[in-house]
C-alpha cells in the first residue's frame, strides 16, 4: 500500500514586499542570499527554532529545501522554503521564517515574500513560465490573493502564482534577474 503524504496548508505572512529583508527597527534594509541546504547542513536548523520538521523535508528525495541569510551574516537562518519540481510547475509545500521572524517583535520584514520570489525565480530559470503553487490554510486565501495575486484553483485551498505575478515578485526581489519577455 502507497503511504499519502499529508498535505500542509500553509499560514505563511507576507508582511510586507520589500527589496530585501527589512530591519523592523531602524528600516534598515539587508541585502540577502538563498542558497540550497544539503542534509550535510542540517545541523544548522535547530529543531526547537522553526514550527516544521525541516530534518525530515531535508531526507525526501524530490524535496529541494532553501535557506535566505543576509550576506553580512551567512550563519543565522531567516527563513526556510521547501519546493517540488512538478515538471511543469514549482509546488511550495513548505515555507517559514525563523521565529525570530514572526509576529510583533519580528525582527525582519519581508522574508517570506523574498522566499516566495525565489521560487518563482527557479520556475522561470526552469521554464516552467514563474508558475508556482501552494496549499493555503482557508482564512489566508485572501491575503494571498492581495499580496502575490495568486489565484484559487476552482473553491479548493490550492492556489498559484502566475506569469504575470511571478514576474513583478521576482524584479522586486532579484533586480538582475534575466529572463525572456512576458
Same mark, same amino acid.
Given at each position: 500500500?502507497? %503511504?499519502k503524504?499529508? *498535505?500542509? $496548508?500553509?499560514? /505563511? !505572512?507576507?508582511? @510586507?514586499?520589500?527589496?530585501?529583508?527589512? =530591519?523592523?527597527?531602524?528600516?534598515?534594509?539587508?541585502?540577502?542570499?538563498?542558497?540550497?541546504?544539503?542534509?550535510?547542513?542540517? %545541523?544548522?536548523?535547530? *529543531?526547537? $527554532?522553526?514550527? /516544521? !520538521?525541516?530534518? @525530515?523535508?531535508?531526507?525526501?528525495?524530490? =524535496?529541494?529545501?532553501?535557506?535566505?541569510?543576509?550576506?553580512?551574516?551567512?550563519?543565522?537562518?531567516?527563513g526556510?522554503?521547501?519546493?517540488?519540481?512538478k515538471?511543469?510547475?514549482?509546488?511550495?509545500?513548505?515555507?517559514?521564517?525563523?521565529?525570530?521572524?514572526?509576529?510583533?517583535?519580528?525582527?525582519?520584514?519581508?522574508?517570506?515574500?523574498?522566499?516566495?520570489?525565489?521560487?518563482?525565480?527557479?520556475?522561470?530559470?526552469?521554464?516552467?513560465?514563474?508558475?508556482?503553487?501552494?496549499?493555503?490554510?482557508?482564512?489566508?486565501?485572501?491575503?494571498?490573493?492581495?499580496?502575490?495575486?495568486?489565484?484559487?484553483?476552482?473553491?479548493?485551498?490550492?492556489?498559484?502564482?502566475?506569469?504575470?505575478?511571478?514576474?513583478?515578485?521576482?524584479?522586486?526581489?532579484?533586480?538582475?534577474?534575466?529572463?525572456?519577455k512576458?
Amino acid at each position: 500500500m502507497v %503511504k499519502k503524504k499529508l *498535505e500542509i $496548508e500553509l499560514d /505563511f !505572512e507576507i508582511d @510586507k514586499l520589500t527589496n530585501s529583508i527589512e =530591519n523592523t527597527l531602524s528600516g534598515e534594509i539587508f541585502e540577502t542570499e538563498i542558497t540550497k541546504l544539503s542534509i550535510n547542513q542540517a %545541523k544548522q536548523i535547530k *529543531e526547537a $527554532e522553526w514550527g /516544521f !520538521e525541516w530534518h @525530515k523535508e531535508l531526507k525526501e528525495p524530490a =524535496n529541494e529545501v532553501y535557506k535566505l541569510t543576509t550576506l553580512n551574516n551567512i550563519t543565522i537562518i531567516q527563513g526556510l522554503i521547501c519546493f517540488i519540481d512538478k515538471g511543469d510547475h514549482i509546488f511550495m509545500p513548505l515555507i517559514e521564517s525563523a521565529k525570530f521572524n514572526k509576529g510583533k517583535p519580528k525582527l525582519y520584514r519581508g522574508v517570506t515574500g523574498n522566499l516566495v520570489a525565489y521560487a518563482c525565480k527557479i520556475s522561470f530559470e526552469r521554464g516552467y513560465e514563474g508558475i508556482v503553487s501552494f496549499i493555503a490554510k482557508s482564512q489566508l486565501i485572501e491575503h494571498y490573493q492581495q499580496t502575490l495575486g495568486a489565484k484559487r484553483f476552482g473553491n479548493s485551498n490550492r492556489m498559484f502564482i502566475d506569469s504575470k505575478e511571478s514576474h513583478a515578485l521576482v524584479k522586486q526581489y532579484f533586480k538582475n534577474f534575466i529572463y525572456g519577455k512576458l
